[in-house]
């Protein structure tokens, strides 16, 4: 499996195990199955409210001798109410509690959008805090000084643009080691990924199946199946396996980590395997042909009547 390499060295296997929407009672199950069977990244967040179960699922495997905490990458992510600076490090502390470990080895701040303190979700725009009273260089300095204290190893962010993550740079006395994005061949985000690219920023592929566990609110009418994608079957076919296979192929095999999220033992290892199923350079472009900026999360959750934030602000801006 291909791995991506961060500037001080540190590398990460570019298929991970997703746990948003791996609901309580079965993310531990998972969690232990996927270590057992050979992943070593776990891609975790506050929000998804399960940490404490995938905590108490690294203290099993880490007792029963099957991995150690320096062999697995986990990576969580900065809940929206964490965002004033004095706030981040306890938003870190309370994922660190939950997961019972001493460090992460990768902070990401989950969405450009800040709420204000205390509020976990807001049906209306009275929860939300405006970009201007919580600026994101002023997390991100907080961010940075997490690494200075040893709390995590490398930072990042996530849902962000091209003019965030310059508008960042500029400020950043890390550059963000990390954009997390939506993406799979609907949503290839070249631009952002070259962008990542040339400014040595790693690219994580969030939804790559296309997320069909989100709840009904969350959806659109008439959503694409990427199972049911005609190209993405007839290239399975050929290969003789399932097309989610082949998404995370297509996604390992453009230099981007991939983060499926599965509950189930024999779709675990079937996305952990797909990184051996080789796609000849026709069929990448057979799946690169399919891009149309199509998003499955399109972030108009985060719309309010009389609200700040637009998904127009956050993609365009
Ligand atoms: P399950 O957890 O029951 O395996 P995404 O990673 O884009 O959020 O997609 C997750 C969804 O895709 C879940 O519904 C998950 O179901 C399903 N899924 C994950 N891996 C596979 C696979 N190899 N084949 C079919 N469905 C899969």
Request: overall charge negative.
């Amino acid at each position: 499996m291909n791995k991506l390499a961060f500037k001080n060295g540190d590398k990460i296997d570019a298929i991970g195990l997703g746990t948003w929407k791996s609901d309580a009672g079965e993310v531990g199950q998972a969690v232990k199955e996927a270590i057992k069977i050979g992943y070593r990244h776990i891609d975790c967040a506050w929000i998804y409210q399960n940490e404490k179960e995938i905590g108490d699922a690294f203290q099993e495997v880490f007792t029963a001798d099957i991995v150690t905490r320096e062999e697995l990458f986990i990576t969580s992510k900065l809940w929206n109410s964490f965002h004033a600076p004095e706030d981040v490090e306890k938003g870190l502390r309370e994922t660190l509690t939950a997961l019972r470990l001493d460090y992460l080895d990768l902070y990401l701040i989950h969405w450009p959008i800040a709420h204000k303190p205390g509020v976990i979700f807001s049906e209306d725009a009275s929860g939300f805090a405006t970009l201007d009273e919580y600026p994101i260089a002023k997390t991100w300095k907080a961010m940075e000084a997490l690494v200075q204290k040893g709390l995590v190893k490398h930072i990042g962010v996530s849902n962000f643009n091209v003019p965030k993550l310059q508008r960042l740079m500029d400020i950043a006395a890390i550059v963000p080691e990390m954009n997390q994005v939506e993406s799979h061949p609907l949503l290839a985000q070249n631009e952002l990924f070259e962008f990542c690219s040339n400014n040595g920023i790693l690219y994580t592929a969030y939804s790559p199946l296309g997320s069909r566990d989100r709840s009904p609110n969350m959806k659109g009418a008439n959503e694409p199946d990427l199972f049911e994608n005609k190209t993405l079957k007839s290239i399975a076919t050929n290969h003789g396996v399932h097309p989610a296979q082949i998404l995370i192929k297509w996604a390992e095999g453009r230099g981007t980590a991939v983060i499926p999220k599965s509950v189930n033992p024999a779709r675990l290892k079937q996305n952990l395997e797909s990184a051996s199923i080789s796609l000849s350079i026709d069929e990448m472009e057979q799946i690169n042909a399919l891009d149309k900026g199509y998003r499955f999360l399109d972030g108009k959750f985060w719309e309010r009547e009389g609200g700040y934030y637009t998904a127009e602000m956050i993609w365009n801006d």
